[in-house]
């Protein structure tokens, strides 16, 4: 089994940042890749951003330019540093991990935009 502990969400105000943080822990042999996704009430969940083991990036366009991902391989942990947010950036932010067989998801933080 694999535990994926989330942190970071908050409210900040529009142009504000934060930094989501998600550490896996458990029986992880091999991580492929880690990611963000996210979610409002009455959309499908989307992707945010992912990082693969050999460190290569994609960003959703709505994001790029603000958001960076980036990974602690030695900790099993992965980052979200969110920059220059806006209110439609307001969502519940999901980790996920993918090992070679199975995937994983944090249990969500919510992130809130707003003056």
């Known amino acids: 089994q694999v535990q994926l502990v989330e942190s970071g969400g908050g409210l900040v105000q529009p142009g504000g940042s934060l930094r989501l943080s998600c550490a896996a822990s458990?029986?992880?042999?091999?991580?492929?890749?880690m990611g963000w996704f996210r979610q409002v009430p009455g959309k499908p969940r989307e992707l945010v951003a992912h990082?693969?083991?050999?460190?290569?990036?994609y960003y959703a366009d709505s994001v790029k330019g603000r958001f960076t991902i980036s990974r602690d391989n030695a900790k099993n942990t992965v980052f979200l540093q969110m920059n220059s947010l806006k209110p439609e950036d307001t969502a519940v932010y999901y980790c996920?991990?993918?090992?070679?067989?199975?995937?994983?998801w944090g249990q969500g933080t919510q992130v809130t935009v707003s003056s």
């Open positions: 996920k991990v993918d090992l070679v067989r199975e995937a994983y």
């Open positions: 458990g029986s992880i042999f091999s991580i492929v890749a």
């Open positions: 990082i693969f083991k050999g460190g290569s990036t």
